[in-house]
Structure formats: C-alpha cells, structure tokens
T-cell receptor, first 111, second 116 residues
Framework: DAKTTQPNSMESNEEEPVHLPCNHS???????IHWYRQLPSQGPEYVIH???SNVNNRMASLAIAEDRKSSTLILHRATLRDAAVYYC????????????FGGGTRLMVKP | DTGVSQDPRHKITKRGQNVTFRCDPI?????LYWYRQTLGQGPEFLTY????????KSRLLSDRFSAERPKGSFSTLEIQRTEQGDSAMYLC??????????????FGPGTRLTVL
C-alpha cells in the first residue's frame, strides 16, 4: 500500500482555519484519499474523501494537489471539539477492506 | 442509538487468562472489522468479515486470537492465554457491503484491555 506522511502535531487557535497536510508521493491512479479523525476516548470517524477534485462537506474541505502527491484537510473554523488525531489514509479502488492508519496528526486547539 | 456498540468498554485481566469481547455492528451493515490500537499509535487491522465469512486476517492475529461472526450479525473476539503485550484498545467497525472506495467505516467506542 502507498504510504502517507503527516506532521505529528499541530496547534491552532479557536475559530481560525486549520490546514492539515498529508504527503503521499507514491499514490497510484486508483487510490482514493480518505481522512478520519479520532476524538479523545472514541473510535475513529470518517471526515471526508476524494480522488482528484477538491471536495467539501459539512465537516471539512479536502484540497488535492494537481499531481495528487499531497493533500490538505481544511477545517474552516476550528472549535475546541475539533481537537483530535487526524489520519490521512489511501484506499485502493474497489478495496472496501481494511483501513491502514499511520500515526496521524494530533491537532490541539487553543481557546 | 443505532451506532456500533462494544462490550465491555474496559477489561482488566491477569496474564494467562482468556478474554472475549463482543461487537454489535450497525444492523444493515454486512462488513465487520476488528482493529487494535496501542497507546500513541494509529489502529492496526486485525480481521474482517463479510456476513459470517471471515475474509481476511492480519499477521498480527496470532493463533491465540480467534474471531467469529456466527450469524452474520454480532461478532466476538477471543484472546486466549493473554500476555501483557495484548494490552490495547480493541476497536470494531462496520460498513455496508457496497464495493466502492468510499465504503465509510463506522467505529465503535472500543474495548480497553489491560493485562496485569
């Protein structure tokens, strides 16, 4: 499986935008980019996913580089409840099997 | 609540004892997954079921571990002769069986195992 690289931790101020980067230089043409997050003492939850085009949903936006070798998860206004570990995961097309988690980025939000 | 549930939430056991965890997936989901997460690490895949069939097992799943999903609904994960290295959070997830990349997985709250 192609690997992803994320910073170990990031800090943000409450109500400011947050850009969480992910590098995936060995991504293949059929890999989808998924983001999950894990709040303290909870299981992971799905955030967003994309293939080539930028995506928006009620939780976040996903900006995908033109060469697809990197992507950025954007939280438009961070709240204290967004403090979590964010995982960037590649999923092979048609493989609805396991998720391969890396270390993720621990986001800390300051009031 | 129609989410994934796991029982128990916490389990403390002595080394050498057997433990069993239960997972109840979202009712219409055919796929069920088990993961293990140690402190400070991301979850690691253990095994997954499509209905009652166990389709994939990780090399992490030693012969002391066994998982079942007898009627294609709830699942159990048993660890025999527990070791201190088995201490971890055991997460269960479920997803619909649509064979598409989104195939969002819904996770339960996990069972935290401590082996003394």
């Amino acid at each position: 499986d192609a690997k992803t690289t994320q910073p170990n931790s990031m800090e943000s101020n409450e109500e400011e935008p947050v850009h969480l980067p992910c590098n995936h230089s060995t991504i293949s043409g059929t890999d989808y980019i998924h983001w999950y997050r894990q709040l303290p003492s909870q299981g992971p939850e799905y955030v967003i996913h994309g293939l080539t085009s930028n995506v928006n949903n009620r939780m976040a936006s996903l900006a995908i580089a033109e060469d697809r070798k990197s992507s950025t998860l954007i939280l438009h206004r961070a709240t204290l409840r967004d403090a979590a570990v964010y995982y960037c995961i590649l999923r092979v097309d048609n493989a609805g099997n396991m998720l391969t988690f890396g270390g993720g980025t621990r986001l800390m939000v300051k009031p | 609540d129609t989410g994934v549930s796991q029982d128990p939430r916490h389990k403390i056991t002595k080394r050498g004892q057997n433990v069993t965890f239960r997972c109840d997936p979202i009712s219409e989901h055919n796929r069920l997954y088990w993961y293990r997460q140690t402190l400070g690490q991301g979850p690691e895949f253990l095994t997954y079921f499509q209905n009652e069939a166990q389709l994939e097992k990780s090399r992490l799943l030693s012969d002391r571990f066994s998982a079942e999903r007898p009627k294609g609904s709830f699942s159990t994960l048993e660890i025999q002769r527990t070791e201190q290295g088995d201490s971890a959070m055991y997460l269960c997830a479920s997803s619909p069986s649509r064979d598409r990349p989104r195939n969002e997985q819904f996770f339960g709250p996990g069972t935290r195992l401590t082996v003394l």
